[in-house]
């Protein structure tokens, strides 16, 4: 299923090349964050670990392996997933010597993988973004536990006086949101704007940099107080970061109705060097109005 993935509309060296790629900015945070002065951090790493492999632990998902593979292989199968995506992060806290929470980690991802949770009860989280599409009504549902860590970040980066902490913190926010744009709604939903694809466009984008900056404001306020002498490099980091949601909402529409593929995860990686946002946007621009046209008037 990975290799069909990577080689999703290009060749698979291509898809191997991205996934090499993101190994090395996953290399790169760790050693940022872990080489902190903040005792807290290896902590935050570890929470990191289970949040992904939790999402292994969807229910459909996890029902279909049941029938799959039957009772029995399907333990099995879920543990070596568990324990593959929590190798990276196990590898990086024996690094740095943390042993103890290795093993907490590695323990607490095996049993999550035998055990199954079934929430009984229905809590409604309010969201001040009823009135506006899905991405973020549904989004903050099921992340914003990920705020308050992002939050905890900024305050322990005041702390222990560690401003590369506090940027990180202001990067995660920005990262959880652009989790809320890569997955590819129905048609109904674009159809029902009734409107230009360019004014789709830009109702789209506007609607995610309102929401998102507000989100970011619990950590860059603080931030920029205490921090105030840095206050350009945190305005930059946040421009940055609405730039980098910008880009990804065209890329999503640039393969709509598909969803984002190997060739436009390149192009975005391609963008993370911000120079070359000045091809890559429009070029995704482009290529969402062409797609969008036979959805929208």
Known sequence: MTKRKLSDGSRPIVGYL???????VFVGVSILLLSGK???????????????????????????LKIHFGSRQYRKVR?????IVALPFVIFLVYKQYFYLTIILVVITILAALLSFKATYNFTIPTPF?????????????????????CGL????????????????????????LSYYL??????????????????LFEKIKTALLFSFSLCLPV??????????????????????????????LAKYSAYPEEIGIMQAIFFAIGLFPPMLIVVIPLFATQSVNKLKAFLK
């Open 18 to 24: 991205l996934a090499l790629f993101i190994s090395l």
């Open 38 to 64: 903040s005792i807290y951090a290896p902590y935050f790493y570890a929470l990191a670990s289970l949040f992904f492999t939790s999402k292994l632990s969807e229910i459909k998902r996890n029902d279909f």
């Open 79 to 83: 543990i070596l997933e568990n324990l």
């Open 130 to 150: 009823f009135k506006k599409p899905y991405e973020f009504t549904v989004g903050f549902r099921n992340s914003f536990l990920c705020f308050f860590i992002a």
């Open 154 to 177: 900024a305050i322990i980066a005041v702390q222990v006086d560690n401003f590369n902490l506090g940027v990180f913190s202001l990067g995660l926010v920005f990262l959880i949101t």
């Open 183 to 200: 997955k590819s709604e129905n048609e109904y939903f674009v159809w029902s704007f009734s409107c230009t694809p360019v004014k789709f």
């Open 220 to 249: 860059l306020i603080p931030l920029s107080v205490f921090y105030f002498e840095h206050i350009g490099i945190l305005l930059a980091c946040t421009f940055l970061g609405i730039l980098y949601l910008t880009t990804l909402i």
